[in-house]
């Protein structure tokens, strides 16, 4: 909805005064500059990027389309199940949990937070680490130089599809000129036309220089900003579980922990100490229980 409301906004505005200062709108019809704009421009995207870029990036763009995001609530999920996780490893030992991490998706405990369990990168970061630590790696600054070194790998992962979205809104002027270059040779081959035909010829040439910067910085621009917000709060669980992880180690009990992966999250979407006090309180009574029941 946001992109729907934002597109309009741009092309309603700019059109919009274009008509208000008098200028025809069937000028700006071009089909074949903007054959030569946007197809040159897919063009170039796919030589530039791998298969499994151009795969993400329809992804992406899909899920900015729909206007999906990491909300509050999906951050709240991530603390409260590491909480409950480290709650039982505290207390009873990793060997508690083993089942847990090697099976999430049969887990009880995981199964409470099926907006974590989509996110199956986290989900493996989370269960890979806490497997380390079953196998006995506990020293916390030998973890921690780790998960930096894997969360640097993962953010230049995440930041490639922004990153060949935002060469491909950089390559749109450009190839806008190069559309209102053809334009222009192509009139002049017409010079000897009447004025009025040339006009409207060296007219619709200049259009392609018109649209190549609309749609640089009027539409892929800032669908490639959203997309680096939404591969910004995907990075930031990461960060969430790192932070509560390497608390633990350190000795502190999980809701200390909780605790620092709550502080590692922007001003905006950081929960309240109340909430992920409820969200942890919850998580335990769930499961106590499955353990009763399990009893």
């Keep these: 909805m946001r992109l729907l409301f934002g597109l309009i906004a741009v092309f309603a505005s700019v059109l919009g005064g274009f008509a208000a200062m008098g200028g025809r ?45 990491t909300t509050k609530n999906d951050y709240l999920d991530v603390i409260a199940l590491v909480y409950g996780l480290l709650r039982v490893a505290k207390s009873k030992g990793m060997s508690q949990i083993e089942g847990d991490i090697d099976r999430p998706s049969d887990s009880p405990l995981f199964t409470q937070f099926p907006n974590v369990l989509r996110h199956e990168r986290c989900i493996t970061f989370l269960c890979d680490y806490l497997r380390l ?29 922004p990153k060949a979205l935002q060469n491909f809104a950089d390559a749109l002027p450009a190839l806008g000129i190069v559309a209102a ?26 259009t392609g220089t018109f649209l190549g910067v609309l749609l640089s910085y009027g539409m892929v621009g800032p669908i490639a900003s959203a997309a680096r917000q939404r591969r910004e709060s995907e990075l930031n669980m990461f960060l969430c579980i790192k932070a509560a992880l390497c608390a633990y180690l350190r000795g502190s009990p999980p809701q200390v922990c909780a605790e620092f992966a709550r502080k ?20 335990s009574q769930a499961k106590g229980r499955e353990g009763r029941q399990a009893a």
């Design 264 to 283: 590692v999250l922007y001003t905006d979407i950081q929960p309240s100490l109340a909430e992920v006090e409820v969200a942890t309180t919850l998580s």
């Design 181 to 206: 270059v053809l334009g222009v040779i192509n009139a002049m081959g017409a010079i000897s036309e009447a004025p009025e035909v040339l006009g409207h010829m060296i007219g619709g040439a200049l």
């Design 133 to 161: 630590v079953a196998l006995g790696q506990d020293n916390p600054h030998d973890m921690e130089s780790l998960m930096a070194e894997e969360l640097d790998t993962l953010s230049r992962e995440l930041n490639q599809v």
């Design 25 to 69: 709108m069937a000028v700006l019809w071009q089909p074949v500059e903007i054959v030569i704009i946007i197809g040159a421009g897919i063009g170039g995207f796919v030589i530039a990027n791998s298969p499994t870029v151009l795969r993400e990036s329809l992804r992406t763009v899909g899920a900015v389309a729909r206007g999906r995001r």
